[in-house]
């Protein structure tokens, strides 16, 4: 995580206000052009790599969600997060055996691809007297080497996460391919979002599909015109990331 001077920091808080107001504006249109309205979006800051101050900051602004995509570094700036404000998710690729630590911090797990993740996560959640919301995380580019379940596989799965208990499934997250084009991203997300129409007709009990989670800094207006109503923002809105510290 990055650690910055007092003047680098009055420079990125800066920075991450006009960031702020332009993400705000973009998403408001783009709802209004998917015949929406800007509270039917939620806009989750991805804040992996970036220091509680600013995100805080960036909280103070207004912004409601936040999201990190590392359990150690969850566990390492939870304490500084201003969470009377904002609700922490769980956005990564989350292993079966981590989910202890995360199960009691984080209002929505994002990722779910597998039926040993779901049974893991119903189990803590138990232990903890809570029901936990997740998303199920399509690999809608069918990629090797890619989290999330692949399409012909989703349908079991949310069979299976719906009998069991304490733990809820809310919709679907997707990470599309890298693509070149922006006709290229909305055929997956439009996709996407015919997976979660079609989802949400069966009426599957212990099921709802309230949120459609895709689009990121390049593309989360097309997301959004392509029906998300949750779109996860990091870059654009912090800056370039820098890992190596
Ligand atoms: C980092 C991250 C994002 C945001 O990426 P940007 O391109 O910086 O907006 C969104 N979703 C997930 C799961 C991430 O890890």
């Given at each position: 995580?990055?650690r910055?001077s007092?003047?680098?920091?009055g420079?990125?808080l800066?920075?991450?206000e006009e960031?702020?107001?332009y993400?705000?504006e973009?998403?408001s249109?783009?709802a209004?052009?998917?015949?929406r ?6 806009f989750?800051?991805a804040?992996?790599t970036?220091?509680p101050?600013?995100?805080d900051?960036a909280i ?5 969600y936040i999201?990190e ?7 390492s700036?939870?304490?500084e ?7 922490l998710?769980f956005?990564?690729r989350?292993?079966?055996?981590k989910?202890r630590?995360?199960?009691?911090k984080?209002?929505l797990?994002?990722?779910?691809d ?13 232990e903890?007297?809570?029901?936990m919301?997740?998303?199920v995380e399509?690999n809608?580019g069918?990629?090797?080497n890619k989290s999330?379940?692949r399409?012909e596989m989703l349908d079991?799965?949310?069979?299976e996460?719906?009998e ?9 997250m997707?990470?599309?391919?890298i693509?070149?084009t922006s ?10 979002h ?5 989802i949400?007709?069966?009426k599957?009990d212990?099921v709802?599909?309230d949120?459609?989670?895709m689009?990121?800094?390049?593309d989360?207006s097309?997301?959004?015109?392509c029906g998300?109503n949750?779109?996860r923002v990091g ?10 510290v």
């Open positions: 995580m990055e910055l007092d003047e680098q920091l420079l990125k800066r920075q991450v960031n702020y107001k993400i705000e973009s998403i249109q783009a209004f052009k998917s015949g309205q800007r509270e039917d979006i939620t989750l800051a804040t992996k970036v220091e101050s600013v995100i900051h103070g602004l207004g912004l409601k999201g995509n590392r359990v150690q570094e969850l566990l700036k939870y304490s997060y201003d969470l009377n404000n904002a609700q998710q956005i990564g989350l292993q079966s055996n989910v630590q995360v199960i009691d984080v209002s797990i994002q990722s779910v597998s039926a040993k993740l779901a049974l893991e996560i119903s189990r803590r959640a138990k903890h007297g809570l029901t919301d997740v998303l399509v809608i069918d990629e090797e999330g379940v399409y079991d799965l949310i069979g996460i719906a069991m208990e304490c733990i809820s499934v809310k919709g679907l997707a990470i599309p391919p693509c070149e006709r290229e991203v909305c055929k997956y997300f439009e996709k996407m015919k997976i979660f129409i079609d949400s007709t069966k599957t212990n709802s599909m949120i459609l989670s689009g990121m800094s390049d989360y097309e997301a959004i015109m998300a949750m779109v870059s654009a809105l912090f800056g370039r990331r820098n890992y190596a």
